[in-house]
C-alpha cells in the first residue's frame, strides 16, 4: 500500500488548473495584510518536527479567506487536520457547491502546490497559501534537513499518535515507514524514510542487519557490523540486481535507531534484542552473558527473559556457536577462542591412573580446580569405570588393578559389561530403512533429519523416543555420519 507521499507525488500535474484559480473573497494587494506564522521560533530544546507541528497549528487558527474556498479546505483538511487525501476527496465530493467535487488526482496536485509555497523564498506570487508567510530562517532549516538526513525513526510519544504526522513527514520530504509485509519487526515506531531513497534499498539495508545481528548473537562494534553486510545473503541478492557498492553508515545507523529491535549497548557496541532469537540464540546469548552458567539455570532465564514452550535445542547450540563450550552434562561455559575443555571422563580417568588409592572429594577438588563443575553422580559413574568402591565407605576407591587379593572381600566386584548384542525389531526396521534410502539415492548420502522423518512412523509405533534414532548410525558399519555446509548427512560407505 502507498504512503501519502508516493500518492503525492505520484501526480504528475503540478500546476493549477485555470478553472480553480478563482481569487473570490480575497482583498485587492493594496490593501493586504501578511499573516505571519512563527514568526518567532519557539526557544529551548524544541525539534524540527514540533515546530512543523506548531506552524501547521497557527494556519489553522488563520481565517484563510484570501484563498480561494477550494484551496483553503484542502489546507485545513491535509495539512492541519491530518486527513488523508482518499478521505479530503470524499468529503469535496459530499459538499454542495459542485465547484468543489473535484477528483483525489486534482487533491494530489494541491497539496504539491501548497507544499511548494510554504517552502518557496518569494511569497510575492502565490495562489494556494496566500497571505501565509512563514519565517525564512525556519524554511530554510526546514530545506536543510530534509535534504541532508536519510531519516529517523519515531518511537512512543507525542509525534507518533499527533494526526499531522503525515502532513509533517510530507513538508520533510519523507515517507513514513510502517509494519507490513517486508517489515515486520515495525510494530509500534515509524519509520520516517527520505522519499529520495528506494524503499527496496532500505529493506535490504534492514534486512542484512537484522540477520547479521541475530546470527551472530554477540554484540557487534560499528564498524565490524558495516564490513560483514556485504556478506549477508540478502545483501548479495540485491547487489546482483543493482550495484550496490559500499554500505551507506548514514543508512545503517537510520536501521540501528529502531530500538524495538536493536539495542546499543554502552560500549558503543549493538546487538539483536532477546526476544528477537530463535531458541538456540537465547540459549547462546544467556551462555555469552553469563560465561559460567548450569543447565538448570539456563532453562530458567529462558522462561524468565520470554522464552516459550521447551527449550529442546542443546545439542544445536555446540555445532552452531563453538565458543559455547559444554562441561559434562550439566554446565555451559564461554569460551571466546572455542577451545573445548578436556572432556571430564578423560580427566577422571587420568586422575585415576597417577593416584590409585583416593578419596572421591579429591576427585571433585580436582575437577574444581580446572573449573569443571559436574555433578557428583556423573563423577561417581566416571570413577567406576576405572576403579573399586570400599563397601563400608563409598566415598573410598581404589584402581582395580591395584586392590590387594587379601583385601578382595572388602571391595564392591566391579560389574561385567555383558557382550550379547540385542536384538529390537525396532531397530533392525530402521536400519533397513535407512540403508534402502541411501541405496535408492542417486548420490548415496542423504540429509539425516530427512532419513528421521521416514522412520518416525517406526518409533512411533514401538513407543519409542525418537531421539534414540542418533544412536544408531554410528554403530553402522554400512552409513558414515558426516557434516556438509552446516547440517548432518548419512552416507553410504
Not at 211 to 235: A, D, G, I, M
Not at 344 to 370: G, I, Q, W, Y
Request: proline share 5%.
Amino acid at each position: 500500500m502507498l504512503s501519502e507521499f508516493d500518492k503525492i507525488e505520484s501526480s504528475c500535474n503540478d500546476e493549477p488548473s485555470a478553472a480553480y484559480a478563482e481569487t473570490s473573497g480575497t482583498t485587492s494587494p493594496e490593501t493586504e495584510v501578511e499573516c505571519q506564522v512563527l514568526s518567532e521560533l519557539p526557544r529551548g530544546r524544541v525539534s524540527l518536527f514540533d515546530k512543523i507541528d506548531l506552524m501547521l497549528e497557527e494556519i489553522g487558527k488563520l481565517p484563510l479567506d484570501r484563498i480561494a474556498p477550494l484551496y483553503a479546505f484542502v489546507l485545513r483538511q491535509f495539512y492541519v487536520e491530518g486527513k488523508g487525501l482518499r478521505e479530503v476527496g470524499e468529503q469535496l465530493r459530499q459538499q454542495s457547491d459542485p465547484k468543489l467535487a473535484v477528483s483525489n488526482e486534482r487533491v494530489r496536485t494541491i497539496v504539491q502546490s501548497i507544499r511548494r509555497e510554504l517552502l518557496e523564498d518569494d511569497p510575492q506570487k502565490r495562489l494556494y497559501t496566500k497571505g501565509i508567510n512563514v519565517r525564512r530562517e525556519f524554511v530554510d532549516s526546514v530545506k536543510h534537513y530534509a535534504a541532508t538526513s536519510v531519516g529517523e525513526v519515531v518511537t512512543k510519544g507525542k509525534l507518533l499518535t499527533n494526526p499531522r504526522l503525515g502532513a509533517i513527514a510530507y513538508l520533510v520530504n519523507r515517507r513514513i515507514v510502517k509494519n507490513d509485509t517486508t517489515m515486520p519487526w515495525v510494530k509500534h515506531d515509524v519509520i520516517l524514510l527520505n522519499a529520495d531513497i528506494d524503499k527496496k534499498l532500505f529493506n535490504t539495508y534492514y534486512h542484512s542487519v537484522f540477520y547479521c545481528l541475530q546470527r551472530e548473537v554477540r554484540p557487534l562494534s560499528f564498524e565490524e557490523l558495516v564490513k560483514r553486510l556485504p556478506n549477508q545473503s540478502q545483501w548479495t541478492n540485491r547487489a546482483a540486481a543493482a550495484d550496490m557498492g559500499e554500505p551507506d553508515e548514514a543508512m545503517v545507523k537510520l536501521v540501528l535507531a529502531h530500538n524495538e529491535v536493536f539495542e546499543r549497548l554502552g560500549d558503543g557496541s549493538y546487538q539483536m534484542r532477546f526476544s528477537h532469537l530463535n531458541q538456540t540464540q537465547k540459549f547462546a546469548r544467556i551462555i555469552y552473558e553469563e560465561k559460567d552458567i548450569s543447565l538448570t539455570e539456563i532453562l530458567n532465564q529462558y522462561v524468565l527473559r520470554g522464552g516459550t514452550g521447551l527449550c529442546t535445542c542443546t545439542s544445536m547450540v555446540r555445532r552452531i556457536y563453538p565458543w559455547c563450550v559444554p562441561v559434562g552434562k550439566s554446565k555451559w561455559i564461554y569460551k571466546p577462542d572455542c577451545q573445548r575443555m578436556d572432556n571430564p571422563a578423560e580427566v577422571v580417568r587420568v586422575f585415576c591412573m597417577e593416584r590409585v588409592r583416593f578419596r572421591f572429594e579429591e576427585v571433585m577438588d580436582h575437577l574444581s580446580s580446572m573449573g569443571m563443575n559436574i555433578k557428583p553422580a556423573s563423577v561417581r559413574c566416571y570413577v567406576m569405570k576405572h576403579c573399586r568402591r570400599r563397601i563400608d565407605d563409598c566415598n573410598d576407591f581404589c584402581l582395580t588393578d591395584h586392590v590387594p587379593q587379601q583385601e578382595n572381600a572388602l571391595w564392591y566386584a566391579k560389574a561385567r559389561v555383558s557382550r550379547r548384542k540385542r536384538l529390537t525389531p525396532w531397530v533392525s526396521e530402521v536400519k533397513h530403512t535407512m540403508l534402502d534410502m541411501l541405496r535408492e539415492h542417486p548420490e548415496h548420502c542423504i540429509r539425516q533429519n530427512e532419513v528421521l522423518r521416514q522412520c518416525l512412523p517406526i518409533f512411533k509405533k514401538a513407543g519409542i523416543s525418537k531421539n534414540n534414532f542418533y544412536k544408531i548410525p554410528p554403530q553402522m558399519e554400512e552409513i558414515a555420519v558426516e557434516e556438509r555446509d552446516g547440517k548432518m548427512v548419512l552416507r553410504l560407505r
